[in-house]
C-alpha cells in the first residue's frame, strides 16, 4: 500500500511540476544530433538563478560575467537570490513549476533534489553529452571522468554538470588577531581547548567584547568545525541532508545530529555562549559589513570565514598593529578536520521546462561554453588578458590594480572583476589559484596538506542511489527533520534547552520524525 500511495504521489508531484515543463524526456532524443546549432547572429537569452554572498554581492557589470557572455553568445538575465534563502527558493521553482529560470547555479542532487530529478522536474542532462564538449574535455583533462559518473542517480542518469577541481584546497578556516596572540604570548591554536582559553583571555581584556564571531551565518562556523567532532549536521551539512552523519571508517551513514558527538560539539559551543565568548548575533545572519566591522574593531578576535576577506578587514581596521592570519583546522575528539569536499562541486541544472524551449540545444551548449571552456574558464579565474594580468613567458603578471589592493589580488578580482565568484566558476586548478594568493596562504595550505597523512579535507559523503520513490519517501521525511533540528541546535547552544535535561525531549522528537528510518534509507542505498 505503501508504494501504491508513493506512486499515486509521485503521479500527482508529476502532473503539479506542469508549468515548469514535463519531463525532460520529452525534450529532443538523447545525445542530441552531435552537431552544433545554427550561429544566430543574436545572443540567446538565458535567465539564470545565482546564489548571492553578503560579502560578494553580484554585479551586472562585472568583467568576467560580460566576457564569459560574450563569448557564449548569451543574453544573461541573472536573479541574485541571498544565499541564506537560496535552496528554499530553488526548491520552490522546482515544485511549484512557477517562475522556473532556464539555469539553476549552484545545486547538486543531494536530498531533495535527487527526488525531484527522478520525477522529471530536472534534465538528465548526461542524455546529451555531445551539446557539452567543453565540459566533457575538462572532466578528460583534469582526470575525473570516475568522480563525474559516481554523481549518477539510481537511473544511471546525472542532472547537473558539476564544479571541476583538480585537488581540494584550504580556503577558509579559523581566522584569529595574531597581532593579540604575539602581545600575550600564545602559541598557535591546535586544538578547540587552545581556542577557548585563547577567547577567554581576549574576553577578561576587552569585558564588552564576543570574541569569536561568524562570516554570514552560524552554519559556515558549523560546517567547519563539527568535522573535527565526528559529526556534520544542519544547514550545509556534508550529507545534504541536514540529519545525517558520515562514519568514514565504516562506510555509513549514522544518525549524526542526536549522536553523543553531537551533544559533545553543542556542549563546546554553549560554553562558548554562556561565558560570553561566541556572539550572540551570529543566530541571525550577519551582513558582511557588520562582521568587518566587529573584527576590525575589536568587537571580536576570531571568526570562521575565508582567506580572502583577511586584506579588507586589516585595512579597514585603526588598532596600531592590527594583523589577521588562518589557522589549520583544530584538532578535535576525532582529529583535526574541516569542511568535507570533493573534487566535484555544485553545478548547473536545467529545469525540465528549459527543455521545452525550441533551442535547448543552443541554451546546453551556450552555458557549456560560458563555463567550462578553457578561454572562458581561464576568464572567470583570471579576468582578461591585458587588463587583469599579462603573461611573463610562464608566469601570470597580475596588474598593478590588484598587486597594490589592500584587500589582496583574489578578493579585489572577485568584487571588482567578479573572477573567483564561487557560485560562477566551475574550474578550479590549484596552482591556478594559489598565483592569486599570498605565500603565506600557500605556506599554509602546504601545513594542512600534511596534517594527518592529508586527511584533513575528507570527501564528501557519498550520495544514495535512491529510486525515484524512495528518494521522494527520503526527501518527505528530510525537510521536517531538518527544520526542527535547526531549532533544537539553536536552542542548545544559546541555552534555552538544556543539554543534560532536554536532550532526551530532543532524542525523541527526531525519532518521532522518524530519523532512524531516514538514515537506514540513505544505507541501503549506498552504492556497492
Known sequence: MKKILAFTMAAAMAAGLAACGSSASTSPSAG??????????EPIKISMYYADNPTLPYMDSWLAVQETAKIAGVDLTVEAIPSTDYNTKVSLALNTGENCPDVILYQDTKGENSSLALNGAIVPISDYPEWTPNFNAMVEKLG?????????????KRYFMPQLF????????????????????????????DLYEILKAYKAD?????????????????????????????????????????????????EGCISEEAREYLRFMNKLYAEGLLDPEMAAPIDGDVWSTKMATGAAMATYAYYDQIGGVETASEIDGFKLQMYPSLEGPAGAHHQPK???????????????????????????????????????????????????????????????????IYKTMQVKYGCGADPFQFVWINEREMSKYDENYAQINKTVAGMEDGN?????????????????????????????IEVWIDAFVTGSKSLDTDWDAYVAEMKNLQIEEFCKMYNDNLRK
Open 144 to 156: 575525473l571522468k570516475d568522480d563525474v559518473e559516481e554523481l549518477a542517480l539510481k537511473d544511471g
Open 206 to 254: 576587552h569585558p564588552d567584547s564576543y570574541p569569536l564571531t561568524t562570516l554570514v551565518a552560524p552554519y559556515v562556523t558549523y560546517r567547519m568545525t563539527m568535522p573535527s567532532f565526528g559529526i556534520s549536521f544542519g544547514k550545509s551539512s556534508s550529507s545534504g541532508t541536514g540529519a545525517l552523519s558520515y562514519d568514514y571508517e565504516k562506510g555509513e551513514y549514522f
Open 456 to 484: 584533513v579535507i575528507q570527501p564528501l559523503p557519498p550520495t544514495p542511489l535512491f529510486d525515484d520513490l524512495t528518494a521522494e519517501d527520503a526527501a518527505s521525511l528530510q525537510t521536517p527533520l531538518a527544520d526542527s
Open 342 to 408: 570533493s573534487k566535484t562541486g555544485k553545478g548547473i541544472m536545467f529545469p525540465a521546462s528549459t527543455a521545452e524551449r525550441d533551442d535547448f540545444e543552443q541554451v546546453v551548449r551556450a552555458v557549456d561554453e560560458m563555463f567550462f571552456s578553457e578561454e572562458c574558464s581561464t576568464i572567470w579565474c583570471l579576468g582578461v588578458e591585458g587588463t587583469t594580468y599579462t603573461m611573463d613567458g610562464d608566469k601570470i603578471v597580475y596588474s598593478d590594480d590588484l598587486t597594490s589592493s589592500p584587500d589582496g
Open 166 to 193: 583538480d585537488q581540494p584546497f584550504y580556503d577558509g578556516g579559523l581566522i584569529m588577531r595574531q597581532d593579540y596572540l604575539e602581545e600575550k604570548g600564545f602559541d598557535a591554536p591546535k586544538t578547540f581547548d
Open 32 to 41: 542530441g544530433s552531435g552537431s552544433a546549432p545554427a550561429v544566430s547572429d
